[in-house]
């Protein structure tokens, strides 16, 4: 079988977070600089190997202070940690364009297995004749579970921000 290689189109993806603050809502974040590819024999993804890396001083929330603490070892720490990374280990059919993507994350100098929901949107063909395809990834991961320990003790109870993080990944990949 052909192994077809496909690189991420980074003006069409989006890799996002969402934790929640103060217990009630919901501070949004992403990161703008990142690369990924995808290696799979023809259009069959089961076997791909997936790779992707993300600059940790991309991170964005809309606010400066917050994301100047999220770079900060309080969280990140991105001058001793400058990268995420993440190797899938396997890609599982579920059901028509459902799959279980499962791989190593690596983030502050800690590699964890997890586990992502994956929607395949398929392939199209852009006005300029390039194969396109989409994916979207969704999942929880325990910040604490990669030494993101900080946080603050709210005078009410519970804390200031949940060691919970949604992970809401949009890709769109090119085909070489």
Do not use: C
């Not at 992502?116 to 396109?132: C, F, Q, R, S, V």
């Not at 579970?145 to 949940?162: P, R, Y």
């Amino acid at each position: 079988m052909s192994t077809t290689k496909w690189v991420i189109d980074p003006t069409h993806s989006e890799i996002g977070f969402k934790v929640k603050h103060m217990m009630f809502t919901n501070v949004s974040g992403k990161f703008s600089k990142f690369d990924a590819t995808i290696e799979a024999e023809d259009s069959n993804l089961e076997n791909a190997k997936i790779e992707f890396t993300g600059a940790i001083d991309s991170v964005t929330t809309g606010n400066a202070d917050r994301d100047t603490h999220l770079l900060s070892a309080d969280f990140f720490d991105a001058a001793q940690f400058p990268e995420i990374k993440f190797s899938a280990t396997s890609f599982t059919k579920i059901n028509e364009g459902e799959y279980e993507l499962v791989g190593d994350l690596t983030l502050h100098g800690v590699t964890k297995s997890v586990k992502l929901a994956a929607d395949y949107g398929g392939l199209m063909k852009d006005p300029w004749g390039n194969t396109k395809m989409a994916l979207a990834l969704e999942g929880k991961i325990n910040r604490k579970d990669w030494g993101l320990n900080w946080n603050s003790a709210l005078e009410t109870g519970g804390v200031l921000v949940s060691e919970e993080v949604r992970l809401n990944i949009e890709l769109q990949f090119l085909q070489q």
